[in-house]
């Protein structure tokens, strides 16, 4: 069976919100919400096909587009690699040219709307920033909560309290104090036992690979509404991530650090293949700052994680 090359667009308003458009009952899922695209001709640039389908369903021209993430999913009856494409500019008034229903939602509301099962690591990609910022671990509970504050006031969107060297409850503490610190304005990722999930109902939790392999073979062990991410350095935990449903990953090291002088670096021509097959968000760790960010993407990559090179000074 050929696989069907589509190409689909995560248009952004100025307010940030997200477009999306209703499938038609006679349509391959349809019924269902979707991101605005369609098929890549043969031959076809996929940049050409994004600028003609959006053209064609909406009545828009893109004039500022980035890659975001590529999906490879099978149906029943039909196997497709959505080619996914971040615009945040386009000329015109979108509009359903074809009589499909529109929708400008945010973040939060996308996930009130059912899309076919291949849009799900979509939906994620199109809700996480492409910076996660990692807390260092030589910091005291004053002056991590001091830079968790200026990392929020200065934009930061997506952010993990890792603090390994701290006993339970000093770590319990400072994550509630973190919480508060983050609520409304970004998003907390806890690490930690699981028996913690329920006392933290607004942090998002970040497995490790030791976790992903312990849980990989059950159920997701988090409600599809809270941000599950894990730590992967290989395809196979790559793999195992993908069938826990976790939602989005780290993926490390990719270059040499002080914090993992003994890891082999993994480098970017490696990185770009394992992402090739990764079917979720993926955030490229280990030796990259902010600087980085546009590359990742452009291999594929939904950003970069970092330390100290995002930690405020």
């Known amino acids: 069976m050929k696989r069907v090359h589509v190409v689909a667009a995560v248009i952004r308003g100025d307010d940030?919100?997200?477009?999306?458009?209703?499938?038609?009952?006679?349509q391959h899922q349809g019924g269902l919400w979707e991101f605005p695209g369609g098929k890549v001709e043969a031959g076809e640039a996929v940049e050409t096909a994004l600028a003609r389908e959006l053209s064609e369903?909406?009545?828009?021209?893109?004039?500022?587009?980035?890659?975001?993430?590529?999906?490879?999913?099978d149906y029943p009856d039909k196997q497709i690699l959505l080619d996914v494409w971040d615009v945040t500019a386009f000329e015109g008034q979108p509009h359903g040219a074809e009589g499909q229903p529109l929708k400008w939602v945010n973040n939060r509301q996308l996930l009130e709307y059912e899309f076919p099962a291949a849009n799900r690591p979509i939906v994620a990609a199109a809700r996480l920033p492409e910076q996660y910022l990692i807390t260092p671990q030589d910091l005291d509970a004053g002056d991590l909560l001091r830079g968790i504050?200026?990392?929020?006031?200065?934009?930061?969107?997506?952010?993990?309290?890792?603090?390994?060297?701290?006993?339970?409850?000093?770590?319990?503490?400072?994550?509630?104090?973190?919480?508060?610190?983050?609520?409304?304005?970004a998003q907390?990722?806890?690490?930690?036992?699981?028996?913690?999930?329920?006392?933290?109902?607004?942090?998002?939790?970040?497995?490790?690979?030791?976790?992903?392999?312990?849980?990989?073979?059950?159920?997701?062990?988090?409600?599809?509404?809270r941000?599950?991410?894990?730590?992967?350095?290989?395809?196979?935990?790559?793999?195992?991530?993908?069938?826990?449903?976790?939602?989005?990953?780290?993926?490390?090291?990719?270059?040499?650090?002080?914090?993992h002088p003994d890891a082999q670096p993994l480098g970017w021509q490696q990185a770009e293949a394992l992402l090739e097959g990764a079917q979720l968000p993926v955030y490229l760790l280990g030796g990259v700052g902010p600087q980085d960010a546009s590359r990742a993407r452009q291999l594929g990559a939904q950003g970069v994680a970092g330390i100290r090179a995002f930690w405020p000074q």
């Open 57 to 73: 369903e909406l009545g828009i021209v893109p004039t500022a587009a980035r890659p975001l993430i590529q999906i490879r999913h």
């Open 188 to 225: 907390l990722m806890l690490k930690g036992p699981l028996e913690w999930l329920s006392d933290f109902p607004a942090a998002g939790w970040h497995l490790t690979s030791k976790q992903l392999h312990q849980l990989a073979s059950g159920e997701r062990p988090i409600p599809a509404e």
């Open 149 to 185: 504050k200026r990392a929020v006031d200065s934009g930061v969107r997506l952010l993990q309290l890792r603090a390994p060297a701290m006993f339970d409850p000093q770590y319990r503490d400072l994550a509630l104090d973190a919480v508060g610190l983050c609520a409304g304005r």
């Open 227 to 259: 941000w599950l991410a894990a730590s992967c350095h290989s395809a196979q935990e790559l793999l195992l991530a993908q069938q826990l449903k976790v939602d989005f990953v780290t993926l490390s090291p990719l270059l040499a650090t002080k914090t």
């Open 16 to 26: 940030g919100r997200i477009l999306i458009a209703k499938r038609a009952d006679d």
